[in-house]
């Protein structure tokens, strides 16, 4: 009999912490400032939903959780990597991530854009930890998060969002924005549990509609909650959005079209899965938590 999805939930994420703070040096190792600051990101009280998803992708293609490990915790420094540089006052200047202060604001700019850096090497260290599998090689899984890393999605959506701001997007472009940040680390992590499992074309092509329409879903609630929760509840700035006038789906489009809109996405993710029968259960639990969460 399955556990209920916030058993599993929890389960997952105190793995992904667990083997986090193996692979992550000690803030006593030198340079201790340097590690530090790295671990007060990456143990900020994250919802880990990205090393879930790229998991529960493994198990629904019939592998286990200590399979994907090593891409699961690549996937969460590579996404605490985006957070700690985003933040810094020359992108997003924020002072809160994930209900404490960000990282520039306790260590300083230097530092703070010196532990994005060494989390992204050690993102890609960790992959190299993966077993390669008949189907796909170690080479395959780096280049899987490399082009995500890239100047084609994380990169390159960074610099649409930086150059959108002050101006009102038409959707397509927003739609970019999305697709290239948020959307494309969501499909990679879960494409990465996908290879380290073995998947074969038909499950990596199902994972990859999935992940990228939770992903633009999860993206949506994002814009949502940023004009409707406050920074207590949302753990980062609230209304940040607004203040930087950056195009996001409830400013083009209004909240209700954009609530209608992530579900239409969330039925589209589901729809995706229908080659996994009942092994995709917790993926689509896992989308649904994405479009019902507060937070």
Not at 83 to 88: A, R
Not at 93 to 120: F, M, N, S, W
Not at 128 to 151: F, I, K, N, P, Q
Request: proline share 3%.
């Amino acid at each position: 009999m399955l556990p209920d999805f916030s058993t599993y939930l929890g389960s997952r994420c105190q793995f992904v912490d667990a083997l986090l703070d193996r692979v992550i040096p000690t803030g006593e190792t030198r340079p201790a400032t340097l590690h530090k600051a790295m671990r007060h990101s990456i143990f900020a009280g994250g919802k880990r939903l990205r090393p879930v998803l790229c998991i529960a992708a493994a198990e629904a293609c019939g592998s286990s959780q200590e399979a994907a490990g090593f891409n699961a915790c690549a996937v969460e420094c590579l996404h605490t990597y985006t957070l700690i540089h985003d933040d810094l006052p020359c992108m997003d200047d924020d002072d809160l991530r994930r209900g404490v202060p960000t990282c520039h604001k306790v260590y300083g700019e230097g530092i703070a854009v010196l532990a994005g850096d060494a989390l992204q090497a050690l993102a890609f260290e960790l992959i190299t930890r993966t077993r390669a599998t008949v189907r796909h090689t170690t080479g395959d899984m780096v280049a899987e998060l490399a082009r995500t890393s890239g100047s084609l999605h994380l990169v390159g959506g960074q610099v649409a969002d930086v150059e959108g701001e002050g101006k009102r997007l038409p959707l397509e472009e927003l739609r970019f924005v999305h697709e290239s940040k948020t959307a494309a680390l969501l499909t990679s992590s879960i494409r990465l549990g996908g290879m380290a499992a073995d998947a074969d074309e038909e499950k990596m092509a199902a994972l990859g509609r999935f992940g990228m329409a939770a992903g633009l879903a999860f993206q949506i609630i994002d814009d949502i909650l940023d004009v409707t929760q406050t920074s207590e509840k949302l753990g980062k700035s609230a209304g940040k959005d607004f203040a930087s006038e950056k195009s996001t789906y409830p400013a083009l489009i209004g909240l209700e079209a954009s609530r209608d809109e992530a579900h239409r996405l969330t039925e589209e993710a589901h729809a995706a899965l229908g080659c996994f029968g009942e092994a995709g259960l917790h993926l689509r639990q896992l989308a649904d938590y994405l479009l019902a969460r507060d937070y």
